[in-house]
């Protein structure tokens, strides 16, 4: 490859790292180019005044004329606006910044571009060409921009020179003005080859300190501080999810097959939730064997559902040299209106823990609605409503909010969903058909509920020594009066 070739060769890969340049750092390119643009508003400004104060002690003939008083307006404008970016930082969009940004430099150009011509119409045009050399090193742009705008600026200076100056004066304007030109757009290639090159290595550091090191997805630092940037802009109206993975029994994995074949198999679910989840969905290592996924944009619970059980069948599927059969459980929800992230992770720990307790290998999935609470709660779960179930929802509809779930599933959501809200809860056991009795054992073993007052609602003896058993804070048969259910209610809260 001879000379030429290796130049062609180091300029196509400065030009494709400007590319990717632009590609990937837009947010940061904007953040600095109107955080240049309130500099650049202040420097020139102070500059400006001193220049003119120089000028008029040191230039005899030097006068202040009405094309120096351009300036005023122009940085009174954009003080006004500065203003607004600095209160709505992190909102503006790409083309907002650049018509801001571009707008700014037009309208200098053209003030400076007056002084030029209509200050010494005898003159050399002075200030317009320096801050078009000058325009690289403040804002960030593509070089065609900059050809294009700096083209604009000093047509418009040359259209002015060519009506008020002489022929001599006017060639001189324009040998100046494409000099200023070329060096400009010289400056502009020089500057974004090194912004490029920082920027970029900068990201790639910046990678990789947020990466697991071992599963290759997003460390828990980092995958909170996303999860907290897709909440902070996420509007109420779009709904998201939040997948908790806990592989089963991973630490017998560690003491029977060693903690080589634990890293493999963390490994191996890192790849498989890059590979099973869409691109713009955030996944993380949380810690230990514990794994985040943030869904933006899912509504339907079905393709959730849908979604957790094909991982769970690919992580079944998984080979780490033994006999061990991977599994792992799931707790997922879809949140619909204003959570945050504290709260949508709380409401999924919860859906976990229940696969947990379920057995190994489970799934649960949930979908939730923020709603005002305006009362306390009592949460009363019967498998039907008759007319006892019905006076006692009346009855206690004064004092309560009440919500009537119709089965263990359902009255963990409404739990898991209202916890800090409940006053008490009232569950039908049934010994024969299992009612109420995974509820009273995930209540009493989730800690954050364990305090809830539980009435165990029961139709024969069995039932209530299983409740008692289940530590219910009191049981109650079903064919008991209203009167009864009433003073019982009373007593739990008071305990």
């Avoid at 120089?54 to 006004?80: Q, R, W």
């Avoid at 430099?105 to 209509?118: K, R, S």
């Avoid at 017998?252 to 097959?257: A, F, G």
């Avoid at 959501?413 to 809860?425: A, E, G, L, P, T």
Wanted: proline content about 2%; overall charge negative.
């Amino acid at each position: 490859m001879g000379l030429f070739g290796k130049y062609s060769k180091i300029n196509r890969e400065e030009l494709d790292s400007i590319k990717r340049y632009f590609a990937e750092c837009l947010p940061s390119i904007d953040d600095n180019n109107l955080h240049m643009l309130r500099k650049a508003c202040m420097y020139i400004s102070m500059v400006y005044v001193v220049m003119i104060i120089v000028g008029k002690l040191l230039l005899e003939d030097f006068t202040l004329s009405i094309e120096h008083f351009g300036m005023i307006p122009l940085m009174a404008i954009y003080f006004n606006i500065n203003l607004y970016t600095l209160r709505h930082k992190g909102e503006i969009s790409t083309a907002k910044t650049a018509a801001i940004c571009c707008t700014f430099y037009f309208f200098l150009g053209v003030v400076l571009g007056l002084i030029d011509v209509f200050d010494s119409p005898t003159g050399q045009s002075l200030w317009l060409p320096i801050a078009c050399m000058g325009l690289p090193m403040i804002f960030i742009d593509r070089i065609y921009k900059y050809a294009f705008e700096e083209a604009v600026v000093l047509s418009i200076m040359l259209t002015m020179s060519f009506f008020q100056r002489d022929k001599d004066g006017f060639l001189k304007d324009i040998y100046i003005a494409i000099s200023a030109y070329f060096v400009s757009l010289l400056f502009a290639r020089i500057i974004l080859e090194v912004r490029a090159k920082e920027a970029l290595a900068m990201q790639e550091v910046t990678k990789l300190s947020s990466l697991d090191k071992l599963t290759h997805i997003l460390n828990k630092n980092a995958l909170i501080e996303r999860i907290d940037n897709y909440f902070d802009k996420k509007s109420p109206e779009e709904c998201c999810a939040m997948a908790i993975i806990d592989l089963d029994d991973f630490k017998l994995v560690n003491d029977n097959l060693g903690h080589h074949t634990g890293d493999l198999l963390l490994e191996k679910v890192g790849q498989l939730l890059v590979e099973n989840f869409r691109a713009y969905d955030l996944v993380g290592r949380y810690g230990g064997d514990e794994f985040v996924v943030l869904m933006p944009r899912m509504a339907d619970v079905n393709i959730l559902a849908n979604r957790c059980k094909a991982l769970q069948m690919y992580i079944n599927d998984l080979d780490i040299g033994s006999d061990h059969r991977v599994t792992a459980s799931i707790g997922a929800v879809i949140c619909k209106g204003a959570y945050g992230r504290e709260e949508i992770f709380s409401m999924a720990d919860d859906a976990l823990y229940k696969s947990k307790i379920q057995g190994k290998n489970c799934c649960t999935t949930w979908v939730y609605t923020n709603e005002p609470v305006e009362r306390d709660i009592l949460i009363v779960m019967t498998s039907k409503v008759d007319e006892g179930v019905k006076s006692l929802l009346e009855g206690e509809g004064d004092r309560f909010g009440v919500i009537h779930a119709a089965n263990d599933d359902d009255v963990i959501r409404d739990i898991s969903r209202y916890h800090d809200d409940i006053k008490i809860i009232m569950l039908e056991v049934d010994v024969e058909t299992g009612t109420g009795v995974f509820v009273l054992k995930y209540l009493k073993k989730r800690e954050g509920f364990a305090k809830i007052p539980v009435i165990a609602v029961v139709n024969t003896q069995k039932a209530a020594a299983m409740a008692e058993e289940l530590s219910a804070d009191a049981v109650i048969s079903s064919d008991e009066p209203d009167s009864v259910f009433k003073e019982t209610i009373d007593k739990c809260i008071k305990i």
